[in-house]
């Protein structure tokens, strides 16, 4: 696969419908697609539903004239484009499953709410740590880790290259670690049950 720097005259002939651009594309972006919604352990239809979907949508918003025009921002605007479908998808999804489906015994279960608590309370742990991180250092982490935004336009955010993106990611790891083990520590001593 060819990895050719994503242009503002690559932008262009996608709009324009160029077969070997679109081509490419599809191909380039297609296997990060894949990889990053098979990590979510869905099924193979879905997957390829998404896919396009996304695809269809990129292309409808490159063709509008008020659409992307900085090649460099098209790997965080596919990224992102596919999050919003991947959303709608299990909002559909949950909307309409049937109860038929779900064991209510199995929900009203004591270890599954002890299970659903848990999770929870990591959630408002991690989200308070989050927040008490310095803003730089959160916001690397959330676009990393919870918006899975490209490294490239990463980069361009906080104007760095990808080798101090590593460095900065290896710091604020590091100051999140640090923040949890003192959290976990004083609710040990506190005799709560560490999370």
């Given at each position: 696969?060819?990895?050719?720097?994503?242009?503002?005259?690559?932008?262009?002939?996608?709009?324009?419908?160029?077969?070997?651009?679109?081509?490419?594309?599809?191909?380039?972006?297609?296997?990060?697609?894949?990889?990053?919604?098979?990590a979510r352990m869905l099924p193979p239809l879905v997957i390829d539903e998404?896919?396009?979907?996304?695809?269809?949508?990129?292309?409808?918003?490159?063709?509008?004239?008020?659409?992307?025009r900085d090649g460099r921002k098209l790997g965080s605007f596919v990224n992102?484009?596919?999050?919003?479908?991947?959303?709608?998808?299990?909002?559909?999804?949950?909307?309409?499953?049937?109860?038929?489906?779900?064991?209510?015994?199995?929900?009203?279960?004591?270890?599954?709410?002890?299970?659903?608590?848990?999770?929870?309370?990591?959630?408002?742990?991690?989200?308070?740590?989050?927040?008490?991180?310095?803003?730089?250092?959160?916001?690397?982490?959330?676009?990393?880790?919870?918006?899975?935004?490209d490294k490239d336009a990463i980069c361009h955010q906080f104007g760095i290259?990808?080798?101090?993106?590593?460095?900065?990611?290896?710091?604020?790891?590091?100051?999140?670690?640090?923040?949890?083990?003192?959290?976990?520590?004083?609710?040990?001593?506190?005799?709560?049950?560490?999370?």
């Open positions: 696969m060819n990895l050719e720097p994503l242009t503002d005259d690559y932008l262009v002939k996608l709009a324009s419908s160029d077969e070997e651009a679109i081509r490419h594309f599809i191909q380039y972006f297609g296997s990060l697609l894949l990889i990053k919604l098979r998404i896919r396009q979907e996304t695809f269809a949508r990129v292309f409808a918003a490159l063709r509008k004239p008020e659409g992307i992102s484009v596919c999050n919003h479908v991947l959303a709608e998808y299990y909002r559909r999804d949950s909307r309409w499953s049937a109860v038929d489906d779900v064991n209510l015994d199995q929900l009203a279960a004591p270890e599954n709410t002890e299970k659903a608590l848990l999770v929870r309370e990591r959630q408002q742990i991690v989200h308070s740590i989050l927040q008490s991180l310095p803003t730089r250092e959160r916001a690397i982490l959330e676009a990393v880790f919870l918006e899975e935004a290259d990808r080798g101090y993106l590593r460095v900065l990611v290896h710091r604020a790891k590091a100051a999140f670690r640090q923040k949890l083990s003192t959290s976990t520590s004083r609710k040990t001593q506190a005799g709560e049950p560490a999370p």
